[in-house]
């Protein structure tokens, strides 16, 4: 399976984005699904995570009520929607798969290249 990150962009604080992960080459229903980002000189951070058979979700504590992930009807997307994003908010975003959820990104044996995210004050 290989893993498209795309969406980011550049917005203001307290607006909407919602960045998406696309797969190729396999189902991502196999797969727990996650978002982490990295801003410069920080080390990659978890954001949030959904199961792979149920609609179970689990977030950093920080955007926990602003953001949501879930699954596409098509299966091999996912999705990242984050509401009053804010400053801090601004990193490059990565999808991840892999097999139980964890919040350490070590633990994801699959990765897309990511997306910019950019949230001006």
């Known amino acids: 399976v290989q893993l498209q990150a795309s969406g980011g962009g550049l917005v203001q604080a307290g607006d909407s984005l919602r960045v998406s992960c696309a797969a190729s080459g396999g189902a991502l229903s196999t797969y727990v699904m996650a978002w982490f980002r990295q801003s410069p000189g920080k080390e990659r951070e978890f954001v949030a995570a959904i199961g792979r058979h149920t609609s179970n979700t689990w977030y950093e504590e920080s955007v926990e009520g602003r953001f949501t992930i879930s699954r596409g009807n098509t299966k091999n997307m996912v999705y990242l929607q984050m509401n009053g994003l804010k400053p801090e908010d601004t990193a490059v975003y990565y999808c991840?798969?892999?097999?139980?959820?964890?919040?350490?990104?070590?633990?994801?044996?699959?990765w897309g290249q990511g997306t910019q995210v950019t949230v001006s004050s």
């Open positions: 991840a798969a892999g097999a139980i959820v964890d919040r350490r990104a070590a633990r994801y044996d699959i």
